[in-house]
């Protein structure tokens, strides 16, 4: 999560979108096993995230492609891509403000630890 936050390699959000739709399926699996009245409030934080971090992750997915299209261009066809990454590095800087404010709402909720804890007994 914290990797997520700080936004330095775009490896933490996938991983955390992987493990975030990792947790909602497990929790379908295992409803019958949980408390029915926490399992819905647990259900839609983990959404939330999923939602947040595949917003990210696409946004950093299309940025790595066009940087990878971009290294076999000439100079002149590059400019436009150029432009084009510098658009979308703005939306994704701005999306991460998204990101820090669900994993911190997801923090505070104290959700992940209950869960924890109520799988753990």
């Known amino acids: 999560m914290e990797g997520a936050k700080r936004n ?21 699996v295992f409803e019958e096993c949980l408390p029915k ?4 409030p647990w259900r839609k934080a983990v959404k939330t995230l999923t939602t947040s971090c595949g917003e990210a992750r696409d946004e950093d997915v299309l940025i790595a492609f066009l940087e990878s299209y971009l290294v076999d261009l000439e100079p002149r066809a590059a400019t436009g ?6 658009i979308q590095r ?17 923090h505070a909720s104290g959700i992940l630890a209950d869960l924890s804890d109520t799988c753990r007994t």
Request: hydrophobic share 45%.
């Open 37 to 40: 009245k926490r399992v819905k």
């Open 8 to 28: 330095e390699d775009i490896e933490y959000i996938h991983k955390l979108r992987v493990v975030s739709r990792r947790l909602r399926a497990a929790l379908s």
């Open 81 to 86: 891509i150029e432009y084009l990454i510098r």
């Open 90 to 106: 703005a939306r994704r800087l701005l999306m991460q403000s998204d990101v820090i404010r669900v994993l911190d709402s997801l």
